[in-house]
């Protein structure tokens, strides 16, 4: 059947630029009728004109039909959710039947039905005409519809199949949604252009191929023709200085409008460059997705998307895995981001199979490859945005890429090919990897790789520019290790950077559990929460990954001297004459000063005013860059970059005289509103309140990356979630000591854990902390955990590292201050719950009934839940507050790193066993 053929389509017209015309067009989105089919093998009468569909349903076009009621989603990261058997599907094949009824307008003549993606295999009638049919899911396809175009009524009638042999060309890290899920259009554009606007040493070189004459204004070009080049003064088309033209096309039946950008993509000495200078790519990767429409994303929420990068200092995409829809890379365009765009080819699930079979080396598949590429190109081939034609992601290596590189190097020579999955990089222009280790990532900065078999490709490839086309996996909390990985592609000029996986959780709103990801629609097949492994959250809310990744990608640097800032201009394209910059000195967090500073254009050393005089205490100053006016894609004062360093240090903290020894009273020993039972020393009531705890806590809910890289096996294998507490000694005299051993069942490591108490108007904790045994992996924390009543503590005011989350190599983006927030705000909503919210560095925290000071300094968490139901929820609604609230205080935690795929940690944030001491005073507020 013709769902199991290998061509790509038939009866379309030839691939075409996606332009702005003003020929006539009719928009066919909106309200279509609807019939869903079990499989393939339903009778096609529903084409005919005369049909009556009165018993179907309505759908939205464009949508995928799962996410309006018929059938279900699924989501699978590697493997086919059908068996490998190409082109072979199954017969369980859901079909969708899509009948548009529209009126022609008065006077209209031909036209072409253009379809902007549609999943997997659609077929086409137009008044019981038959079109065609076609694959490739996230590109457009054309078909001739004058011939068959009636006066007033017209029928248009679709036919979607959701399995077919294109399917094993799709198998793309994301939730299978079948369905018209891009625009559908009528049109009577027939044009083609394509726009050559090259720069170099300071001029820009226009010309087209094409028909019809090419005018723009603003340079004075009118009536250029075909082939015909004109040399000009322009200003370049760059990420950071998105300048554009507009321009006409003009042809006899219609005029076409384009922005042009002039610029040059070249790779000289291994070092990509953009406009002869060297370019590095602050990126992420963006699938299409919106939390309701799946791929069917609003043209408001692709604007959302740009303007979330630009405010975090993100400089380019990478468009994993296919052509997104044409609108994206318009804002691209306009507002200025680098673009890899990347063919809709992923065939990663033969990786199951040892690649037996794998398409991209199937010279049957070899025509439906290439057209993949074609469509792709042509489609998008005037964008300035468009730096790199990517050949497809995880297909393996085969004979067919030959075929697409080929054609697109003849079609295209200005723009480098990119593609990974093939290390020998025999058809690609740069050498790209995903989720390098540090180390290795070195290594190739400094020429030093792992050298290929073939002598010939080695050398090559080492004459090529190196990208992490996916690194720093943002799954959960994390990513870990991003200022490491920045700092290598800074420090050497081959490393042109890279594209953090990925942009946004894949979370489809769902009733019962806010947010679903595999597995939650009873799929038998599935990869669970691996599709939740985003930068920001599914509602675009920027989670702690964002704000860490927005300050790696500062492109502005501060460097503090006795006296002055040294401001250090990041930009590649830019000065700074756009920003403005604010110093702001404060004491334990409150703002006693502000200054304006004065920096030139170029960067460079800036003298500082007098920063002395005001209260006592931690003295900070913190250096802001902002937007001094308005742009396109931020208001004036939008925070672009920030510094601080440490102008004092802490005031010595003032002490009472020393307090009556605790006294025993019946069963427990007191002192100044504090309670302890005189049994086991343990704290139970603490200035009148009800508590419990604290006691030394070696556990946390597993995060994502612990549970992927193995540590949360190991740690439960050891016992860790199920600590035994043992007294040896209660003894009093200057104070009260607490002797005891902490340990797992069924092993012989344990920890020594000594409490000293003193209690001088405040309660002073001193906790020693002593590994009994060899501990052979990193521990998931150090320190205790306590529970004071519900009520007690609503809201919590702290001096130290915020406002966000950070643990030893997250939280880039938190800085020294005073911040307050209610417990609820305190947590992370990471879709799939795990260990969140803890605050770093704090010096105290007034938690309302009580105020905590670290000597010097700790960690603090605050949830309504306790770390044991953290870690058993599975979604959001299953952490229920309950009548406790657990206060955790920390010396450390292991880690975070982005072992959900990649490297753990590095080394130096390992949390191994070790001696440690925590000191802890506790106050009345």
């Not at 030839?14 to 009728?33: F, K």
Request: proline share 8%.
């Amino acid at each position: 059947m013709d769902l199991e053929t290998f061509t790509p389509g038939s009866g379309r017209l030839e691939p075409r630029a996606a332009l702005r015309s003003d020929a006539p067009a009719l928009d066919l989105n909106g309200t279509w009728r609807f019939r869903l089919s079990p499989t393939a093998d339903v009778p096609a009468d529903f084409a005919d004109p005369g049909y009556d569909d009165s018993s179907w349903d309505d759908l939205p076009v464009p949508a995928h039909w799962v996410l309006h009621g018929h059938g279900a989603p699924a989501y699978t990261n590697v493997r086919y959710p059908i068996p490998v058997d190409p082109p072979h599907v199954p017969n369980e094949n859901p079909t969708g039947d899509h009948r548009r009824v529209f009126d022609l307008p008065d006077g209209w003549t031909g036209g072409r039905l253009r379809f902007e993606g549609s999943d997997s295999f659609t077929r086409v009638w137009l008044n019981g005409h038959e079109l065609g049919f076609s694959t490739g899911s996230r590109l457009p396809v054309e078909y001739d519809a004058g011939p068959h175009l009636r006066p007033g009524r017209n029928v248009l009638a679709v036919r979607v199949h959701q399995w077919s042999a294109a399917t094993y060309l799709e198998d793309q890290d994301m939730w299978w949604l079948p369905g018209i899920f891009r625009d559908v259009t009528l049109t009577r554009s027939s044009a083609d252009v394509f726009v050559h606007a090259a720069y170099q040493d300071g001029r820009g070189r226009l010309s087209f191929d094409g028909s019809g004459t090419l005018s723009v204004p603003e340079l004075g070009v009118t009536g250029l023709r075909p082939g015909e080049e004109v040399t000009l003064d322009v200003e370049p088309w760059t990420a950071e200085t998105p300048r554009l033209y507009d321009a006409e096309l003009t042809l006899p039946e219609e005029t076409v409008r384009l922005r042009v950008g002039f610029r040059t993509i070249s790779i000289e000495d291994g070092v990509l460059l953009a406009n002869g200078r060297p370019l590095l790519l602050k990126g992420v990767n963006r699938h299409e997705f919106h939390p309701e429409h799946g791929r069917a994303v609003p043209y408001e929420t692709m604007r959302e998307d740009v303007l979330l990068m630009k405010r975090h200092n993100v400089n380019a995409v990478r468009t994993s895995h296919y052509p997104p829809h044409p609108a994206f890379l318009d804002l691209c365009d306009e507002l200025g981001l680098w673009v890899i765009d990347e063919c809709d080819l992923e065939t990663h699930g033969f990786g199951e199979v040892g690649w037996r079979g794998n398409p991209t080396d199937d010279p049957r598949y070899a025509d439906a490859l290439l057209d993949r590429m074609r469509r792709m190109v042509e489609r998008d081939k005037n964008h300035p945005s468009v730096i790199m034609w990517s050949l497809g992601n995880e297909a393996g290596v085969g004979r067919n890429l030959a075929v697409m590189a080929d054609w697109t190097r003849e079609r295209d020579p200005s723009r480098p090919l990119h593609y990974e999955g093939d290390r020998s990089c025999a058809h690609t222009d740069v050498y790209s990897r995903m989720y390098a280790t540090h180390a290795e990532v070195e290594a190739i900065g400094r020429g030093e790789e792992d050298p290929l078999d073939d002598a010939e490709l080695d050398a090559r490839r080492r004459r090529m520019p190196f990208l992490q086309c996916e690194y720093a996996h943002a799954m959960g909390n994390g990513p870990g290790g991003l200022a490491e990985y920045q700092e290598l592609f800074e420090r050497y000029p081959r490393l042109a950077g890279g594209f953090v996986w990925e942009w946004i959780d894949h979370g489809l709103v769902h009733p019962e559990l806010g947010y679903a990801y595999g597995g939650d629609y009873g799929e038998p097949l599935h990869d669970g929460n691996f599709v939740i492994d985003g930068l920001v959250f599914p509602d675009r809310t920027p989670s702690p990954g964002l704000l860490d990744l927005k300050k790696v990608f500062e492109p502005v640097r501060f460097a503090f001297g006795d006296g002055f800032v040294r401001v250090v201009n990041g930009h590649g394209f830019a000065d700074l004459s756009h920003l403005e910059f604010v110093a702001t000195v404060t004491v334990e967090g409150a703002t006693v000063a502000e200054h304006r500073l004065e920096v030139p254009a170029a960067g460079g050393e800036c003298k500082l005013p007098d920063l002395t005089g005001g209260p006592d205490g931690e003295r900070w100053l913190t250096v802001r860059a902002v937007l001094a006016g308005d742009l396109p894609w931020a208001p004036a004062g939008h925070e672009v970059a920030w510094g601080q360093t440490r102008l004092a240090g802490p005031a010595t903290p003032s002490r009472g005289p020393a307090g009556p020894a605790f006294v025993r009273d019946g069963g427990e020993l007191t002192a100044g509103g504090c309670a302890f039972d005189a049994a086991t020393g343990r704290l139970t009531r603490l200035f009148g309140l009800d508590v419990e705890g604290p006691r030394l806590d070696l556990w946390r809910a597993p995060t994502d990356n612990d549970r992927y890289g193995g540590l949360e096996g190991r740690w439960r294998a050891l016992g860790l979630h199920r600590l035994t507490h043992r007294v040896d000694d209660v003894a009093t005299g200057d104070g009260l000591t607490v002797r005891t051993r902490v340990a797992p069942a069924a092993t012989d490591l344990g920890m020594w854990a000594t409490y000293r108490w003193t209690f001088d108007g405040g309660l002073r904790l001193e906790l020693d902390i002593e590994p009994d045994g060899e501990w052979p992996d990193p521990i998931p924390a150090i320190g205790v955990t306590m529970s004071l009543p519900g009520d007690a503590v609503e809201r919590v005011t702290w001096f130290g590292q915020g406002p966000g989350e950070a643990y030893q190599d997250t939280g880039l983006a938190t800085r020294i201050g005073r911040w307050s927030a209610t417990v609820e705000e305190l947590q992370i909503p990471y879709v799939m719950p795990q260990e969140n919210g803890r605050r770093a560095g704090v010096r105290w925290a007034d938690l309302g009934a009580f105020r905590v000071s670290g000597e010097p300094e700790y960690g603090l968490s605050v949830r309504r839940w306790s770390t044991d139901e953290l870690a058993e929820a599975r979604h959001l609604p299953d952490l229920v507050p309950g009548e406790r609230v657990h206060l955790h205080l920390d010396l450390a935690q292991q880690g975070i790193g982005t072992a959900t795929c990649g490297p753990g940690p590095l080394p130096v944030y390992d949390l191994m066993a070790r001696p440690a001491t925590l000191r802890l005073r506790f106050d009345p507020s």
